[in-house]
């Protein structure tokens, strides 16, 4: 048996541990784009939004004069009063008015849907490596790994529903929304599918067999793990 299996193992769970929390924080947050429309005043107040995959929040800021590139209204950092609410789509029956402009609810469904997915597949991918821990089931390796990399494909595929949902309402003629660019969520979601995806397959690495280490060696005379 590989002595340093057990090291490899904890090492590769650590750095999928990175990005189950990356995961994590980019569903339950809702900084995954930042939207502003056209500033035709200055020494006024305009409204810029960002949104995740449940919530949309509007925030409005007073705006001084700009400089000649600077046509949104913003950044989203600047402060300003805050109001935050759910995709009317997620609360039925509650008639809260959140946008002004259509937002693409399909993309909106689906994004969050598949999210969830990638969330019930990393928990449990951690389910089946603590498993392996407690009682030394290596074979629970095997399919941890497979769900831990289904997870990093299915946020990756979220992110890029999402990202067409923000190009679909750029492009809208229904919009006042003219800027985007995609925050911090964004960016663990993308990072978390690198993590999960790239250790989910390292994690597999591992688990396999030793293969045969001389050239005469066959699998069948090599020393079996135990």
């Not at 925050?183 to 978390?192: D, R």
């Not at 293969?211 to 060696?217: A, C, K, L, M």
Request: glycine content about 6%; some cysteine; aromatic content about 12%.
């Amino acid at each position: 048996m590989d002595e340093s299996k057990p090291l490899k193992v904890r090492l590769t769970f650590s750095v999928i541990l990175v990005g189950v929390s990356l995961l994590f924080a980019a569903v339950v947050t809702d900084h995954w784009a930042v939207l502003s429309p056209k500033v035709e005043e200055y020494n006024a107040t305009c409204e810029a939004a960002h949104f995740g995959l449940w919530r949309l929040c509007i925030k409005r800021i007073f705006m001084q004069e700009q400089g000649p590139k600077e046509k949104g209204c913003g950044p989203i950092s600047l402060p300003g009063e805050h109001n935050c609410s759910y995709f009317k789509h997620f609360t039925p029956g509650q008639s809260s008015e959140i946008f002004e402009v259509t937002t693409q609810k399909e993309y909106s469904i689906s994004a969050a849907a598949i999210a969830i997915f990638s969330v019930g597949f990393a928990i449990i991918g951690t389910i089946c490596v603590l498993l392996s821990f407690r009682r030394k089931r290596d074979y629970l390796l095997k399919p941890a790994s497979m769900f831990y990399t289904f997870a990093g494909l299915c946020i990756i595929i979220s992110v890029e529903v999402m990202r067409q949902s923000v190009k679909r309402m750029i492009d809208s003629k229904e919009t006042a929304w003219i800027e985007y660019s995609y925050s911090w969520s964004f960016a663990c979601a993308c990072s978390s599918f690198v993590l999960l995806f790239l250790c989910g397959l390292g994690l597999l690495l591992i688990a396999l067999p030793r293969f045969p280490q001389n050239p005469w060696e066959t699998c069948m005379d090599a020393e079996p793990e135990h």
